[in-house]
């Protein structure tokens, strides 16, 4: 496959797809799609430490004149920056009279409580104790030790992707009642792609996949699936890139384009446990960040429009989404009433 890249640069990045496939013409993947293949790779991303830091949602959504505010497996979080730009983060009940911190506002950088005042600057006060809190330039992350009960990290797991700084990045949050493993086993499926979404990807392959709960499959990198897929923009123009599908932790899932168009730019999709509904059913948010890159003269162009393009990219992820978690919301009901096969 062509990279897009070098003096066999086409100059737009499209293919015109010569005979289109009807839906119900396409290859069949259930046999491909192994549920022990699958639920290997679940296991093994359960296994790596995420030092119990969890995405809590976009850079630019902190830095306003309110906090960030939160709920993650059943904790409530507040997160904001200080006089320096830096985020700080804490639990969002004020010490003094339990007032929710989430409705108090940020001056020069202190989170003032709208109850009584109490001025909280990311410091230890009268028993709020500060969460460690992360900035990566694209996402915000909160340490939450008491609810991970893993070995704290310093940072997170923060995946490799382009330089914020010369990439179009958008950020989608979607919630679904689910838990977070529901979410990643979604993602951990590509074999879905083509059936599931056909308004988005045709001509979807899986090239490379582990063998089985093991892994070790040889010729895939790092533990994840290889696909060759066609990303729809219009009528029969398409535009083929390779990408892998890897769980670098836990709770989050990239998708990395290694061959075509944009070689490099990431999808990552970080499943955070938000805590039960007024059912007790489990709820999961997802936060789905796009790190877009190229190398074309053109795509500066892009960048310079990232705040007309972000409610589309943020909108085309939304739609995908929409399927996705209701496929994670029936892998979660079936799981919990023990009818999931396998």
Sequence with gaps: MSTGSGS???RLPLSLRRRPVPWEHQRPTWR?????????????AQARPSGNWYVVGASRDAGGDRPLARTVAGQDVVLWRDAAGRPVAGPGICPHLGAPLRDSPVR???LVCHWHGLALDGGSFAGWEP???YDDGVLLWVRLDAVGGEAPLEAPVVPRRP???RALTAVYTGVGVCEPEDVVANRLDPWHGAWFHPYSFVDLTVAGAPDGPDGGAEGFAEDGFTVDVSFKVAGRLVVPVRAVFTAPEPRTVVMRITEGEGAGSVVESHATPLGPDDRGRPRTAVVEAVVA???RPGFALARGAAPLLRPLVRAAAGRLWRDDLAYAERRWSLRSTGRFPG
């Design 131 to 133: 969460f460690p809190a």
């Design 108 to 110: 020069c950088g202190t």
């Design 163 to 165: 330089d914020p700084a």
């Design 293 to 295: 890159a190229s190398g």
């Design 8 to 10: 066999g640069r086409r």
């Design 32 to 44: 491909e799609a192994r549920p022990a293949v699958i639920a290997g790779a679940l296991k093994r």
